[in-house]
C-alpha cells in the first residue's frame, strides 16, 4: 500500500542554517503531495503543495521538489529562523489510499 | 477569520464515561475530517463526511461514532471511553465534495485523556 517515511527527528539546528528534511514515498499512480507545519498548541497548516513530477511547492522561503525518480518530496530552506521552531509533516495523497500523513519531524532552532 | 473551532480544548474521563467533542467550520467545506494524533504516529484519520449526510470510516474508527449535523458541524462521539484513546483529536475541513487532493484547514485540537 501506499506509505510516506520522513526522516526522525529531533533536528536542531542554528538560526541561519539550512534545512532538510527529507520524506520519501511510497504510492502507485501519479499521488499529490504536500507538507503541513504544527506550531506549538495549534492545528496543522498547509505549508505547501505539488501535484505533479518535476513540479515545485514553495512558501515562506520553504522549498520542495516532487521527484518522481526517487520518490521523494524533501523540504528546503536556506536560512532557518527561531520562528520555524515547530512540526513539520509530509502528506500523500491518491484516489487509492486518500491522504496518508508521515509521523512528523520536530525542528528546533537556536538563537 | 474563525476557520475550524474544536470544543473542548481539554478534557479529562474516566474509563467508561462518554462525551462528545464539537466541531464546526465557517468555510462552506463540504467535506470534514477527525483525526487522532499519537506520539511517533502521525495523524490517523478516524472518520470522515465528504458531503452533509454522509460519513465514511477511515483508518481507526472503532470506539468512536460521528454525526454530520449540517454542512457546518461534525461531531465525534466516545460512547465508552478508553484508556488506549487518550489522544490529541484534530477536526480539519475542505473543500469539494469527495476526499481530494485539496488541502485541508484544522482546528487546534482537543487534548483527551482517559484515566
Known amino acids: 500500500g501506499n506509505s510516506v517515511t520522513q526522516m526522525e527527528g529531533p533536528v536542531t539546528l542554528s538560526e541561519e542554517a539550512f534545512l532538510t528534511i527529507n520524506c520519501t514515498y511510497t504510492?502507485?499512480?501519479?499521488?499529490?503531495l504536500f507538507w503541513y507545519v504544527q506550531y506549538p498548541g495549534e492545528g496543522l497548516q498547509l505549508l505547501l503543495k505539488?501535484?505533479?513530477?518535476?513540479d515545485k511547492g514553495s512558501n515562506k522561503g520553504f522549498e520542495a521538489t516532487y521527484r518522481k525518480e526517487t520518490t521523494s518530496f524533501h523540504l528546503e530552506k536556506g536560512s532557518v529562523q527561531v520562528s520555524d521552531s515547530a512540526v513539520y509533516f509530509c502528506?500523500?495523497?491518491?484516489?487509492?489510499?486518500?491522504?496518508?500523513f508521515g509521523s512528523g519531524t520536530r525542528l528546533s532552532i537556536r538563537p | 477569520n474563525a476557520g475550524v473551532t474544536q470544543t473542548p480544548k481539554f478534557q479529562v474521563l474516566k474509563t467508561g464515561q462518554s462525551m462528545t467533542l464539537q466541531c464546526a467550520q465557517d468555510?462552506?467545506?463540504?467535506?470534514m475530517y477527525w483525526y487522532r494524533q499519537d506520539p511517533g504516529m502521525g495523524l490517523r484519520l478516524i472518520y470522515y463526511?465528504?458531503?452533509?449526510?454522509?460519513?465514511d470510516k477511515g483508518e481507526v474508527p472503532n470506539g468512536y461514532n460521528v454525526s454530520r449535523l449540517n454542512k457546518r458541524e461534525f461531531s465525534l462521539r466516545l460512547e465508552s471511553a478508553a484508556p488506549s484513546q487518550t489522544s490529541v483529536y484534530f477536526c480539519?475541513?475542505?473543500?469539494?465534495?469527495?476526499?481530494?487532493?485539496?488541502?485541508?484547514?484544522f482546528g487546534d485540537g482537543t487534548r483527551l485523556s482517559i484515566l
Open positions: 504510492a502507485t499512480g501519479y499521488p499529490s
Open positions: 502528506a500523500l495523497y491518491s484516489s487509492a489510499s486518500k491522504i496518508i
Open positions: 505539488a501535484t505533479k513530477a518535476d
Open positions: 468555510m462552506n467545506h463540504n467535506s
Open positions: 463526511s465528504a458531503s452533509e449526510g454522509t460519513t
Open positions: 480539519a475541513s475542505s473543500a469539494g465534495t469527495a476526499y481530494s487532493n485539496q488541502p485541508q484547514h
